[in-house]
């Protein structure tokens, strides 16, 4: 009978054995889903501020845009009003024996 009652503690000291074993494997992984979940969660708030980011820029290059339009229909404009003016002055001197 006293091997039985030697054998139950090394049962009982094997499965507790196993059961450390599971609770630090456990630890573990929740360690590990703790820092995928946060690294996850990195991510995405990384992901949102691109979003915004790009968004802004997006903003800004339409406005530059706009703004280079009128500066070419400007450009364009004054152009024109140049080569009238050089238009008239040469007629002026051309009746004027300039």
């Avoid at 969660?41 to 903003?59: K, P």
């Avoid at 339409?62 to 450009?75: G, K, M, P």
């Avoid at 152009?79 to 040469?90: N, P």
Wanted: no cysteine; glycine share 6%; charged share 35%.
């Amino acid at each position: 009978m006293a091997d039985t009652g030697f054998q139950a503690e090394l049962s009982i000291e094997s499965a507790l054995d196993r059961l450390i074993k599971a609770v630090d494997g456990l630890e573990g992984a929740v360690d590990r889903r703790l820092k995928a979940d946060h690294s996850l969660s990195s991510l995405q708030e990384d992901l949102q501020r691109l979003s915004e980011d790009r968004s802004d820029l997006a903003n800004r290059l339409d406005h530059v845009q706009a703004r280079a339009d009128r500066l070419s229909d400007a450009n364009r404009d004054v152009s024109r009003r140049l080569v009238t003016a050089m238009e008239t002055i040469r007629g002026v001197l051309n009746v004027h024996g300039g």
